[in-house]
């Protein structure tokens, strides 16, 4: 099941889930079929899973979400269809990172514009006290900082 969500293999995984695949199964490492689907970026296996009432705020057991995963790869498609389906923008990791901080550590401008039009906080803080802007300079991303620093003096 886990390499059907991982490879992406929507028409098998919509077959299996019509026949009582639990749409929230998870792996040893807590990885859920939606958290698989959503980070290797196959859009229409995540679809499905989230028609059959995968949960889109189910963690890994590092705590990890699936926006906080395709905002990490820079998947942009991927965010808007989990926020559209339940996911919070600000669902923060164990350690306090949100999304907009992962977008903004590696210079995932369109994502950090959208994250903040949904409602992201760019005050937000993370476990060690960083803000998205601190994250973003501490990375040394090259276009975020300046992009936050209009958002925050707004």
Excluded: C, W
């Amino acid at each position: 099941m886990f390499e059907l969500a991982r490879g992406g293999d929507a028409v098998r995984l919509d077959t299996l889930l019509q026949q009582g695949l639990p749409p929230n199964l998870r792996n040893h490492k807590g990885d859920s079929l939606l958290m698989l689907a959503s980070y290797h970026g196959h859009i229409n296996a995540v679809r499905v899973l989230l028609t059959h009432k995968a949960d889109p705020e189910l963690r890994n057991n590092n705590g990890q979400t699936p926006i906080a995963g395709a905002a990490f790869k820079g998947d942009l498609p991927m965010i808007q269809l989990l926020l559209a389906h339940g996911a919070d923008v600000e669902g923060a990791s164990p350690d306090g990172k949100t999304a907009l901080m992962m977008a903004a550590m590696f210079n995932r401008t369109e994502i950090v514009d959208f994250l903040l039009a949904q409602g992201a906080k760019v005050d937000a803080k993370d476990a060690k006290g960083f803000t998205p802007l601190a994250a973003a300079k501490m990375m040394g991303a090259p276009d975020t900082p300046a992009q936050l620093e209009k958002y925050s003096a707004s």
